[in-house]
């Protein structure tokens, strides 16, 4: 799954980070690398773009790029 296919209120790991060149660096320098935790937190009314907490701190990134970046989403806990 793609972190743009995340539910709002659902977390996940990074699992890979694709894209090339310039962007898939935007990415990592952002802190976007694999067996990073990341919970997508609000999606904005129109879809685009997505609010994502990780490493304590909120990032907002477009759906575009999101699609991008590979994530395994967790379990919920019962």
Same mark, same amino acid.
Do not use: F, H, W
């Given at each position: 799954?793609?972190?743009? @296919?995340?539910? !709002?209120? @659902? ?5 890979? !980070?694709?894209?090339?060149?310039? /962007?898939?660096?935007?990415? /990592? ?8 935790? !990341?919970? !997508? ?10 609010? /994502? ?7 907002? /990134? ?10 395994? @989403?967790?379990?919920?806990? @019962?």
């Amino acid at each position: 799954m793609t972190l743009d @296919q995340l539910p !709002v209120g @659902q977390s996940g790991t990074i699992t890979a !980070v694709g894209g090339e060149g310039p /962007l898939r660096c935007r990415l /990592l320098d952002m802190g976007l690398i694999p067996g990073t935790a !990341v919970t !997508v937190r609000k999606v904005a009314p129109m879809g685009d773009p997505m609010e /994502l907490r990780l490493r304590g701190y909120e990032l907002t /990134l477009r759906k575009a790029d999101a699609a991008n970046i590979t994530v395994e @989403q967790k379990e919920a806990a @019962q």
